[in-house]
């Protein structure tokens, strides 16, 4: 069955740590997409990517990197800049644009302690 | 103002009620409306997809976009104990180069559908 999947599905970070988030996506989308989803914040973009080798910031960006060096793949890395990282990762794709929407992935719990 | 309001609830019905939930947008140029359904500490999943004003149905849902006051809705028919999630409002604009890549999400609306 196509789709996205993200791993890990629970990460647990000490502050001051990188760590990088998997997302990989089996439906032939063009188009790729990382959010951040907090309680009572809704969705918030991070990145996105809409060919390979070329990704645009989103609205919080900072404390961020992505890279897409494959169609299939667009990892997250949670630098230790990011100063409030515990939140649910989501991560997205489109055939080109969000005309039609996108397809989620499951998303990546990931906790600072 | 938000370009997409969305009262996050929460709101909690009996089995079998009609539920409305609504979303108010300020960005004219909003032509793509979707509605999304997601489980606790699961990804969003597309639920509706409308294009400009109109109605769409799709067994017990209905989605309603009124491009003129704003405003889309989503209706659920006879609700089940297993429609209990968030479900998020979320548009799009078409881009000056024919594509655009973003969408703008609504809080959510929590709702439980008690049996």
């Known amino acids: 069955d196509g789709g996205i999947t993200q791993s890990p599905k629970y990460l647990f970070r000490k502050e001051g740590q990188n760590v990088t988030l998997s997302c990989e996506q089996n439906l032939n989308h063009d188009a790729m997409y990382w959010y951040r989803q907090d309680p009572g914040q809704g969705l918030r973009l991070i990145y996105y990517s809409q060919i390979v080798n070329d990704f645009q910031k989103g609205d919080i960006a900072e404390g961020y990197s992505v890279s897409r060096e494959k169609k299939e793949s667009f990892p997250l890395t949670v630098t230790s800049a990011q100063k409030n990282p515990t939140a649910f990762y989501l991560c997205?794709?489109?055939?080109?644009?969000?005309?039609?929407?996108?397809?989620f992935g499951s998303g990546t719990r990931l906790t600072v302690v | 103002q938000k370009e997409v309001e969305q009262d996050p609830g929460p709101l909690s019905v009996p089995e079998g009620a009609i539920v409305s939930l609504n979303c108010t947008y300020s960005?004219?140029?909003?032509?793509?409306f979707m509605w999304y359904r997601q489980y606790s500490r699961k990804g969003p999943e597309l639920l509706m997809y409308?294009?400009?004003?109109g109605n769409k149905e799709d067994g017990r849902f209905t989605a309603q976009v009124d491009k003129s006051s704003k405003y889309i809705s989503l209706f659920i028919r006879d609700s089940q104990p297993s429609d209990s999630a968030t479900y998020l409002c979320?548009?799009?604009?078409?881009?000056?180069?024919?594509?655009?890549?973003?969408?703008?999400f609504g809080k959510g609306t929590l709702l439980t559908v008690n049996p």
């Open positions: 960005n004219s140029a909003f032509q793509y």
């Open positions: 979320a548009m799009s604009a078409r881009g000056s180069g024919g594509s655009n890549y973003k969408l703008t």
């Open positions: 997205a794709s489109s055939i080109r644009g969000a005309d039609y929407g996108y397809t």
């Open positions: 409308t294009y400009s004003s």
